[in-house]
């Protein structure tokens, strides 16, 4: 795959991404995350940012993403010519994105963590502080890189100073 691959790929996704709350901005957010943060050696990276794109490709929940997202990935996938081992590979990060496995593959990690840091970002944290019993220490203990621990550190007493803020 090349950068136009991505945006073709990203263009057939985005009618299933528009089914999920958060839609394709959700998922160019993840993506801009990953780029901005995170060094992608050039021989995962097809892997790496086709997994970003079709992580929340299975519909609104969870259980749609790991159920319908896979199928939906794949066939997605052959559509811009991705090679079947490639597309494995990615349909078992989109089908199990949201676990915490011990030793998980550099685009797993790159994916989750992306996925969590933008739970922070301007866009998806009021959303989340305001309906959701969010334990933020706890998911920033959960990111794999250190580097973005400190980054959700940083974000978060950011979300918390902005919110303060509003509420005087």
Same mark, same amino acid.
């Not at 990276?45 to 929940?61: C, E, K, P």
């Not at 496995?101 to 866009?123: A, C």
């Given at each position: ?5 991505? /945006? ?58 790991? /159920? ?47 996925? &969590? ?5 301007? /866009? ?25 621990? &400190? ?15 509003? /509420?005087?």
């Amino acid at each position: 795959m090349n950068e136009l691959d991505f /945006e073709r790929l990203f263009a057939l996704a985005k009618p299933y991404l528009e089914k999920n709350e958060l839609g394709s901005e959700h998922t160019s957010r993840v993506l801009r995350i990953a780029r901005q943060n995170f060094t992608i050696p050039s021989n995962l990276r097809d892997l790496t940012v086709a997994a970003i794109i079709l992580h929340d490709i299975g519909g609104s929940t969870i259980k749609e993403h790991y /159920e319908k997202g896979p199928a939906i990935a794949a066939a997605l996938l052959r559509q811009v010519g991705c090679d079947e081992a490639t597309i494995l590979q990615i349909c078992q990060i989109v089908g199990s994105h949201h676990d915490h496995p011990d030793n998980p593959t550099l685009p797993f990690r790159v994916l989750f963590d992306s996925d &969590k840091l933008v739970m922070f970002s301007p /866009e998806e944290y009021p959303g989340y502080a305001a309906r959701f019993d969010v334990d933020w220490n706890k998911t920033i203990s959960l990111l794999y890189s250190k580097k973005a621990k &400190k980054i959700a550190q940083e974000m978060l007493w950011k979300r918390r100073g902005e919110q303060i803020k509003s /509420e005087n």
